[in-house]
């Protein structure tokens, strides 16, 4: 079950609700984070809504009252006869300093039924000052004039507190609601955070998955570069927040809010393309700069080594030069810029020439004959390690040339030996019972043994001959092949027949296995029977008496693979690509019949008709592997 739900969160439904998830509790949490500062800067947490208002209704009535008891004070009172607030102003010695002309009628009708019902009075102790002659409310205007006074006074203020509310019916509403959940504010963020953090560890973890595979894939915008993604995410996304100057009240909250959906959506998007590059191990090389930093050195790299130095020499000239003609010559500057050029200058040769002996010396060792002696390419770079690899490759290519040289040496004297052994063999036979022959009365009995032997080892030496001019033919490709569709099964099941009595008289058991239909190769028939016939020869001379012998033929990958697999009499202390040299046997004793060119013949038929030959030894195991091509031609 959890793994169908993440199969689904891979989907395109599934990855846009995990963005719709982080969404919400993106803005969940920012609600709640900011009426949590609204709720301490106001002080939220120690009244009541009631209390709140009222507080902001007495400060802003105050503020009120005190600007028209300025302008009062500094102004005719007839032009405050339109004013929601009746004003009175008197000094401690009751003397009136300036009053409105409703403020008596007012007086006497305030908390009365009618028009003035609502009205309550308001008192404020404050401070008068006097300036020639006219009058300045407020103790700062004492610092116009030095000598002007100041006395106490008393602002006596009529007004009906209801004018003066800052708060609209909607404002109560939403004040009313935050101090209501001043408190859940705290959990509800909490728990937003840790579902939002949830979802965007979803969403990283499907990021650039598909339902059913476990590869990773880019999207669309996955071949521009992230770095160059990112630039062009802020530039489209940033500028979305400027429209918010150009709006007012609502309107301005709601282009903000826009702004904000999509700024976060983007970026979410750009954490999803970073999250899948990071999978793919592409962020860093999958970069604009990367690529243009790779680019420069790369084209720095192509330039010949001596203009190479001499580039960087200017370069090192020309930003001298600018240090002294932006500095002005000042000699202090041009000292320490100095000092710090030959401190990072100075360690690059000596690592330079460090390098250059570690270079030289394994040149010196390659000369004098050490062709195994190999440079060490860490912490070379460029030119350094390319060279330092052209003198490891030489070294390479030297020992390997050493070996087949040495290789090719013994298996010629090898082969020689071999050659005037077998040959020296029969021929020696056919001299000595010739010779009896002649010397022998033409009717005596053993004139018919003699007569056989040497016939029998002419036979040998002829086919000897004969291999010897088909394993020449065959490794240098002159050989004639006439390929045509043939089925393997036929020569499984002819080898069966053939090799019959051969085998047992080798006390050996053969075991077949082919498949019931025909499979269909293009090869040469004479020329697979001769595979089949020095494959089982071998069998026959060398595998284990009393034993099973297995010819088997299957269909894999579009190849006809025919196995034969027998358990050696003898122990098998030579190699596989040893085996198939000419002139080689599974003895080194030699005292068994052939030549040691069944094997070499058989490989080099298999391969002029595009069939592979492989051999595989483990332990008295010996297994040699056939495949050619199945082709859908018939015969």
């Not at 949590?36 to 209390?51: G, N, P, T």
């Not at 298996?411 to 077998?422: A, F, G, P, Q, R």
Request: with cysteine.
């Amino acid at each position: 079950m959890e793994k169908k739900k993440m199969q689904f969160f891979r989907t395109v439904a599934g990855k846009t609700i995990l963005f719709i998830i982080i969404n919400i509790t993106l803005l969940l949490a920012f609600l709640c984070t900011a009426g949590a500062f609204a709720c301490v800067s106001e002080d939220l947490y120690s009244k009541s809504a009631s209390q709140y208002f009222l507080e902001r209704s007495e400060s802003n009535i105050g503020y009120s009252v005190h600007n028209d008891a300025q302008m009062l004070l500094s102004s005719d009172s007839e032009q405050f006869t339109d004013s929601s607030i009746s004003l009175r102003i008197v000094d401690t010695d009751g003397k009136v300093l300036a009053s409105t002309s409703d403020f008596t009628k007012v007086k006497e009708a305030a908390g009365k039924p009618g028009e003035y019902e609502n009205t309550v009075l308001y008192t404020y102790d404050t401070l008068v000052v006097y300036s020639g002659d006219g009058y300045f409310y407020g103790l700062f205007d004492n610092y116009r004039d030095p000598d002007a006074k100041t006395v106490s006074a008393t602002i006596e203020a009529y007004l009906d507190p209801g004018d003066f509310s800052p708060f609209s019916d909607f404002d109560r509403q939403m004040i009313g609601f935050v101090i209501n959940m001043r408190y859940a504010v705290y959990p509800i963020a909490f728990l937003s955070v840790i579902a939002g953090l949830a979802a965007f560890i979803a969403l990283m973890c499907v990021a650039g998955k598909r339902p059913g595979s476990e590869e990773t894939v880019l999207g669309p915008l996955g071949k521009v570069p992230f770095d160059l993604l990112a630039v062009i995410t802020l530039c489209v996304t940033l500028p979305l927040f400027l429209l918010t100057e150009a709006a007012n009240g609502f309107f301005e909250a709601f282009i903000f809010a826009f702004a904000f959906f999509i700024f976060v959506n983007a970026m979410l998007g750009l954490c999803v393309s970073l999250s899948a590059r990071v999978k793919l191990r592409m962020l860093i090389k999958g970069t604009l700069v990367y690529k243009t930093i790779r680019l420069f050195i790369k084209g720095i790299l192509a330039i010949p080594l001596v203009w190479r130095t001499i580039l960087i020499l200017g370069a090192i000239s020309f930003m001298e030069l600018i240090v002294i003609v932006g500095t002005g010559a000042d000699g202090e500057i041009v000292i320490l810029g100095w000092f710090f050029e030959k401190l990072f200058f100075y360690p690059f040769l000596l690592y330079i020439a460090f390098i250059l002996r570690k270079l030289k010396t394994t040149g010196d060792k390659l000369a004098s004959g050490d062709i195994t002696y190999r440079a060490s390419t860490k912490g070379l770079w460029g030119d350094f390690r390319k060279h330092a690899d052209n003198l490891n490759a030489v070294s390479d290519a030297v020992t390997i040339a050493v070996d087949e040289k040495l290789k090719s040496e013994r298996m010629k004297t090898e082969l020689i030996t071999n050659v005037s052994h077998d040959i020296k063999t029969p021929l020696t036979s056919i001299i000595n019972y010739a010779s009896l022959m002649g010397t022998t009365d033409p009717s005596d009995p053993k004139m018919s043994e003699y007569s056989e032997v040497v016939v029998r080892q002419s036979e040998k030496l002829k086919r000897l001959i004969e291999d010897l001019v088909e394993a020449s033919k065959a490794s240098t490709g002159n050989l004639e092949i006439v390929p045509a569709p043939l089925d393997c099964c036929t020569f499984v099941s002819q080898t069966a027949g053939e090799f019959k009595e051969k085998l047992e008289s080798a006390d050996l058991s053969l075991v077949t296995t082919a498949p019931e239909e025909p499979v269909m190769i293009m090869a040469d028939g004479r020329r697979m029977m001769r595979i089949y016939d020095n494959l089982m020869n071998n069998i026959c001379k060398y595998a284990q008496p009393e034993t099973r012998v297995y010819l088997t033929l299957e269909v894999i990958d579009g190849k006809a693979v025919t196995t034969f697999k027998n358990t050696s009499s003898a122990e098998l202390n030579i190699s596989a690509e040893e085996l198939v040299e000419r002139f080689v046997r599974g003895d080194e004793s030699r005292n068994t019949e052939g030549n040691g060119l069944g094997l070499s013949i058989a490989k080099s038929l298999t391969e002029l008709q595009g069939g592979t030959f492989d051999i595989t030894i483990d332990g008295d195991l010996f297994k040699v592997t056939l495949a050619f091509p199945v082709t859908s031609q018939t015969a």
